[in-house]
């Protein structure tokens, strides 16, 4: 079966490539193409000249080709932009990207490919940290639903949270605050019309984690006697 890989179409506008003389150019194209899937290539210079149509040798892979095309041994050579241009960054839980990894390893030729590992690395701890948002999300709702009285406003509410609670403590601490302005509205008696959209409480969720819902809250009596003082200087001062 024919093998079939990704063509670097912009190797033309580059300008180590364009000075090239013809048979180099031929020599870079064989490299890419009869290279393995790892981007290493059993050296056959024999084979390579007679398919370029020039004599090739190492002293010319070396003086035109330079950091380009690493030697891993004294019969293998590692096409260094090879992974990166067919693949990207490697993941160890592919099958096809495990074979690579596995024949770098082999060959000793993974020393140079540590940012295309890492990056296999990064998207692994990037799996974790949305596994993480993802449960702390969970536990979220879990107090939205057992605990905050206005069912209004949710999916905006677990948006912004989501990008807010990332610890326990951060959970403990929004616990703590939605308890907080619960037991507050519940001393004031607050109707539920006037509670906060949980939407809106996500925004200000940090300034109830303090609350006393008793100091900071009045009841409906006290709201009640303030009202009727207030009016009572209202009409004296009408009266004056």
Not at 14 to 20: G, S
Not at 41 to 55: C, I, L, Q, R, T
Not at 201 to 220: H, M, V
Request: hydrophobic content about 30%.
């Amino acid at each position: 079966m024919m093998a079939k890989r990704f063509t670097d179409s912009n190797k033309w506008d580059h300008a180590w490539f364009r000075k090239l003389n013809p048979a180099m150019k031929c020599a870079w194209i064989y490299l890419c193409d009869k290279c393995d899937h790892a981007g290493i290539w059993a050296a056959d210079f024999e084979a390579m000249s007679f398919n370029v149509g020039h004599d090739i040798d190492e002293e010319s892979i070396s003086k035109y080709f330079g950091d380009k095309v690493k030697p891993i041994s004294s019969d293998k050579y590692l096409i260094q932009s090879f992974i990166d241009f067919q693949y990207g960054n490697l993941n160890p839980e592919n099958r096809v990207h495990q074979s690579i990894l596995s024949r770098l390893e082999k060959e000793g030729a993974n020393k140079g490919l540590k940012r295309t590992l890492q990056g296999a690395k990064d998207k692994d701890k990037d799996k974790d940290k949305d596994k993480d948002k993802d449960s702390y999300t969970a536990k979220i709702s879990e107090i939205y639903t057992d605990l905050y009285p206005q069912k209004r406003g949710k999916s905006k509410g677990l948006a912004k949270l989501r990008k807010e609670i990332v610890t326990d403590d951060d959970l403990d601490n929004f616990k703590k605050a939605v308890q907080n302005y619960c037991d507050a509205c519940a001393v004031a008696n607050t109707p539920n019309k006037y509670i906060k959209h949980f939407s809106t409480f996500a925004n200000e969720w940090r300034d109830f984690i303090e609350l006393d819902p008793k100091t900071s809250a009045k009841s409906k009596a006290d709201q009640e006697a303030d009202e009727a003082i207030r009016k009572l200087f209202e009409k004296q001062g009408q009266a004056s």
